[in-house]
């Protein structure tokens, strides 16, 4: 089982960490994504991280702001957001699967285990 901790309220510009942990899960030999929704839009894939190599993949509309990584020890996963926008706020999900195919590792259906999102408000 995921859950993901980490989103509040911050004003444009602002950063956060967001936090995926796995309870019973060796989370190392998941493959990690985060997503977003938001009100009236479809599930968005922003990252994700590879189980063996640690390999990286960010969406378009995140790569230079946002970072994706992973502490095995810690058993979690991060998604640093950085120079947020009015626009980032959603509900944010993290999700892990262990056969996710690089091509398609920004649809929800490539995971079958997924957090209970936590919540990203960017406000002036």
């Known amino acids: 089982q995921l859950q993901a901790c980490g989103g509040g309220l911050v004003q444009p510009g602002d950063s956060l960490r967001l936090s995926c942990a796995a309870a019973?899960?060796?989370?190392?030999?998941?493959?990690v994504g985060w997503f977003r929704q938001a009100p009236g839009k479809e599930r968005e894939g922003l990252s994700c991280i590879s189980s063996s190599e640690g390999t990286t993949y960010y969406a378009n509309s995140v790569k230079g702001r946002f970072t994706i990584s992973r502490d095995n020890a810690k058993k979690a996963v991060y998604l640093q957001l950085n120079s947020l926008k009015p626009e980032d706020a959603a509900v944010y999900y993290c999700?892990?699967?262990?056969?996710?195919?690089?091509?398609?590792?920004?649809?929800?259906?490539?995971?079958?285990?997924w957090g209970q999102g936590t919540l990203v408000t960017v406000s002036s």
């Open positions: 999700a892990a699967d262990r056969g996710v195919i690089v091509s398609s590792w920004g649809r929800p259906q490539s995971y079958a285990y």
């Open positions: 019973g899960v060796t989370l190392e030999h998941y493959a």
